[in-house]
Each structure stands twice: as structure tokens, then as C-alpha cells.
């Protein structure tokens, strides 16, 4: 299934006299959990956008096998990343899946307006991104989220996902997790963002 086809089915459960948007995500999530969604599976059906490299800013979701994976306490095979910082061999990003979704919301609805301006070079925009999540308890969320990957070790295309795709993207469970799973993945990350670890 597209992305565009699970959009439509959240877009269909927020329209007056359905759910509140609380209660048609929270209904969203769970039948999506009832799918098996496959993140392969997503991007053998999201063709068209593929592409060999990452820009800053923007959404992606790959195949990943981290370098030092047998180092690892755990490591999502699936990224859900929103790339900061470009370098000759990999890039710095924030992937999502480290937090749940409800928290991938308010985080990515908190960013949005630093994405998305279009009178800010891409350059600029995360670097200043960057500054103001370190700064601002508001985003608190992205703490566990900064990860390292090398292009060497990635071993898919790219799936950019388009802006008005995102919310869906985020509330699909497309996280894998290897030598841990996501409960207790996401408690660690919790103890992160209060402070805890």
C-alpha cells in the first residue's frame, strides 16, 4: 500500500463527525500495528521516489546495517530520518523512530516551520535548526534521536517522503529494531528527554 492510501485513511477518520484527531490517530496506529506494514514493502511501492542521496531537511526512510552493530545495544534496520548535517562520508540526523509517535508529532509539528521555510537556505536552515533544538525545552523530543550513518553501510535507495506525507509516515510502524524491541527502545529514550540516562 502507498503512503497516499494510509493518508487517506487517517484523513478519512479526522473529518467532522468521525473521531477527534487524538482518538483517529490513536485508532490509526492501531490498525496500522494490525497490518504487518513492511517497510520494504512501502518503499518497492514508492518507486518513483527514490534517490541515491540525501538533502538537508527533508524526510527519508532506508535500509540500514550499522558498522558497529555487534557494538550496539540495539539499531533500527529502517531509519525514519530527517538528515542535519551533510559530510563527504555519511550525514547526522534525527531518526524518529527513536520516539513514539505521538511524540514524532509534536516534535515534527514543533520543526515544521524551520523545515519548510523556503526563504532560508537548506544550509542555514538546519544549522540554525540544529542551535534552537539544543536551546529550547520545547524540543526536548530530538534528544534520543541524533544518529550517524554512513552511506557505505546504507544499503537501500533513499525514500524521500513528500511533506504532505509526513504525519502518515510518522504514525506508521515502520520501525525495526534489531537486539532490542520498541517498548523498551522507547522507555530508554523517555529516561533521555527527562533526564533520567
Known sequence: MKLAEYKSLLTD??????????????????QAQRLNIRPRNIMAEERENLTNRVKMGF??????????RNKLEYFDKYPLVIPMLL???GFNGLNLHYIEPKYRLILMENLKPMILNE??????RLKLTYRILQRSSRYKYYK???KNYLYNNCKSLF????SEDWETALMLPTERFKKSNKKDVWKESRGIINGYN
Open 119 to 124: 526563504n532560508v537556505s537548506e544550509r542555514q
Open 87 to 89: 559530510e563527504r562520508n
Open 59 to 68: 524526510l527519508y526512510m532506508f535500509f540500514y546495517e550499522p558498522k558497529t
Open 13 to 30: 477518520l479526522q473529518r467532522p463527525g468521525s473521531m477527534s484527531d487524538q482518538n483517529a490517530r490513536k485508532w490509526f496506529s492501531e
Open 159 to 162: 525514500l524521500k517522503i513528500n
Open 144 to 146: 534520543p534521536c541524533i
